[in-house]
């Protein structure tokens, strides 16, 4: 079973490279129930869009 | 808008113009050295005009221009032997690595307290100036070379193979700095901007 911690370091790196088969599919389960991890999820989202918004910024 | 690469190559040299003097003073302070000061500016300028930043924003520009500046002045003065004044000029890396502990049970999992937070709706964020500003500080506050391998991530569009051999790193490590500078602004972001009304729990 993923620990809270070790999600946060698969959340990360599903961002920069495919993560495996099992790696995927323990991510998942721990976010089914996990709320603060689930919200972790969307934060790193927002964040990637925040960068890419902040990117094109002419201001 | 949409710039020609031309143009925003010269919009960028009217930022590193304009930059210069804020640059220049910036590294006085730091090195509190004349020459050392032009030259780390002149090196910055350098790197900066590249070549491979040529879509980014204004913005961006600058806080890429800056994470080069404030790293080549860390490397001097670290060479320097001075880790006082480094450490005035940036948060260690293990300093953030504490503070993310500090986040979880000895068990790996979140403190109740310390869970990340439902930040309701984020988008709404985007549209204040308030928010990027920010934002920008807490890009700033990132050690810089944590910062450097995440904007060349996040801004300039770098796979990390090419980020680890380009700074010659391992790829394990690149992750782990990258996951370091997602987890130090989201906690950054979330205590200066999504929960900053409330009154912090300890």
């Known amino acids: 079973m993923l620990t809270c911690k070790e999600a946060t370091h698969l959340m990360s790196e599903a961002q920069d490279r495919t993560l495996t088969r099992v790696q995927r599919l323990s991510l998942r389960l721990h976010l089914l129930i996990c709320r603060g991890c689930r919200n972790f999820q969307r934060q790193m989202l927002f964040l990637r869009r925040a960068c890419h918004l902040f990117r094109d910024r002419e201001d | 808008m949409n710039m020609t690469e031309e143009a925003q190559g010269a919009a960028h040299q009217q930022v590193l113009v304009e930059f210069r003097p804020q640059m220049l003073k910036f590294a006085r302070l730091q090195l509190q050295d004349e020459a050392s000061a032009e ?22 520009f600058k806080t890429w221009v800056f994470t080069i500046l404030r790293h080549k002045i860390v490397d001097l003065l670290r060479h320097r032997g001075r880790l006082v004044e480094v450490a005035s000029l ?31 709706d984020p988008e709404e964020a985007l549209n204040q100036r308030q928010f990027w500003q920010i934002f920008e500080a807490c890009l700033e506050v990132l050690p810089a070379k944590t910062a450097r391998v995440f904007m060349m991530r996040e801004f300039l569009g770098f796979e990390t193979e090419e980020i680890c051999r380009n700074l010659e790193i391992s790829t394990s490590n690149c992750h782990v700095v990258l996951h370091r500078a997602r987890s130090g602004l989201r906690q950054c972001l979330e205590k200066g901007w999504f929960l900053a009304g409330e009154v912090s729990p300890c």
């Open chain 2, 39 to 60: 030259d780390v500016v002149q090196d910055t300028m350098a790197a900066a005009l590249a070549g491979m930043q040529g879509f980014l924003g204004r913005a961006a």
């Open chain 2, 90 to 120: 940036e948060r260690g890396e293990e300093d953030m690595d504490e503070a993310f502990e500090t986040l979880f049970k000895a068990n790996a999992h979140w403190h109740a307290t310390t869970r990340p937070r439902n930040w309701g």
